[in-house]
């Protein structure tokens, strides 16, 4: 550890690698590092308010207890902190990168994205990943002197590759490194391992409480995983008469609890088998540092799976994903059709060649919420989408 509490492992802000765009510092405002920036421009983004209405697991959700890509994203945060507290990392990188994860996503999850992928197969696809930082590195613009936020390179790093190396880039990540380079062949900061297994913790466990609320997993069902059947046990026997619905929110908790607890130790192990001692030694191992233990990580694929099975695959989440694809995919051809469709803002900006002109378009269909795009469908064909809440 380092005198500041920081490890040596650890993101420092004081030794950020900078930003794409280099500015006076005229226009600072608070003392604040590199990594607190980042995460305040986030907060402070449209792209990131709009995730209150972008599909967590349920489309367009009527009640107001479902989870939306924003509330996870706030959870995921949450988880991240606590793991970054514990080893000693930068807890604002940390933040920042958990906060940002989903802004790539476009209007109804899943469905949306394949969609676009769907639309833009020949002007080279359409990735989530990838578009978030398109959004944050292009498109999310508020300031005068560049386009983007303008993020750290530790943040953009972080987002481009918090799931592993890329050897393959999509076409907007190859466009974004060949201007910004992210090292994408390595791994990225500790600081976004752990935002990435914040996040398979977040909805690996939330989405349990959603599935019980929205009525498409029972008590019975959860039981069939053992696992979780002998942390029911456990809380039957410190609660006893406790009504069940407290008791299922204990088990999410303890659940998260026994996850974070397990990512904790594991990467400790790891740091020290692999004799780690910078955040340049983490970038340059052969293998990911924060993850689950072999055995948690092979009940984790377990509840997964579980839950594709019982959850995200079920029937009706199905059939509902297929409208909200067919929404998705009439809205890109009505506007690649007709661009005079397209609010006069995306419609003056137009390229006129392709790909950049379908890319553009799905850029403005990205971007959308999922009530946005259900109400552009009814203004453009005279009627409002059935089917797209099944919660």
């Not at 349920?58 to 509330?71: C, E, K, N, Q, S």
């Not at 072999?294 to 009940?299: D, L």
């Amino acid at each position: 550890m380092t005198s500041s509490g920081r490890a040596l492992y650890a993101s420092d802000p004081a030794r950020s690698r900078g930003r794409e765009f280099l500015t006076d510092g005229g226009s600072a405002r608070g003392p604040r590092s590199d990594f607190q920036r980042d995460r305040d421009r986030i907060i402070h983004s449209i792209a990131f308010r709009r995730l209150r209405h972008k599909t967590q697991v349920f489309i367009a959700p009527d009640g107001d207890h479902y989870r939306v890509r924003l509330t996870h994203s706030l959870e995921v945060a949450q988880i991240g902190r606590v793991i970054a507290r514990a080893l000693g990392l930068d807890e604002d990188l940390t933040e920042a990168l958990c906060l940002a994860h989903d802004i790539g996503h476009p209007p109804f999850g899943h469905a949306g994205e394949d969609a676009l992928e769907a639309a833009m197969e020949s002007a080279g696809g359409f990735d989530h990943n990838a578009n978030t930082l398109r959004v944050l590195m292009r498109l999310e613009s508020p300031y005068c002197g560049h386009e983007g936020l303008n993020l750290s390179w530790e943040m953009l790093e972080g987002l481009a590759k918090h799931n592993g190396p890329i050897l393959q880039p999509s076409w907007a990540l190859r466009e974004l490194d060949a201007a910004y380079p992210l090292g994408l062949p390595t791994f990225a900061s500790l600081e976004a391992q752990v935002a990435a297994i914040s996040d398979d913790i977040a909805y690996d466990n939330h989405d349990i409480d959603d599935g019980l609320r929205a009525g498409f997993l029972n008590l019975d069902d959860l039981m069939e995983l053992p696992a979780v059947a002998e942390q029911w046990r456990l809380i039957e026997q410190r609660y006893p008469g406790a009504p069940q619905d407290r008791m299922l929110r204990e088990l999410v908790r303890g659940q998260i609890g026994r996850m974070v607890n397990d990512v904790i130790a594991e990467t400790r192990a790891r740091l020290t088998d692999t004799g780690v001692m910078s955040v340049e030694d983490v970038r340059a191992a052969d293998r990911p540092l924060a993850t689950f233990s072999a055995a948690m990580g092979e009940e984790e694929r377990a509840l997964k799976q579980f839950m594709y099975d019982r959850l995200y695959l079920h029937d009706e989440q199905r059939a509902t994903a297929d409208r909200a694809r067919d929404v998705i995919a009439a809205l890109f051809g009505a506007y690649a059709n007709d661009p005079a469709l397209l609010p006069v803002s995306w419609r003056i900006t137009l390229p006129h060649t392709e790909p950049a002109r379908t890319r553009h378009i799905a850029d403005f269909i990205s971007g959308m919420t999922d009530r946005y795009a259900i109400d552009s469908y009814a203004r453009l064909f005279g009627e409002t989408p059935e089917g797209l809440r099944n919660v």
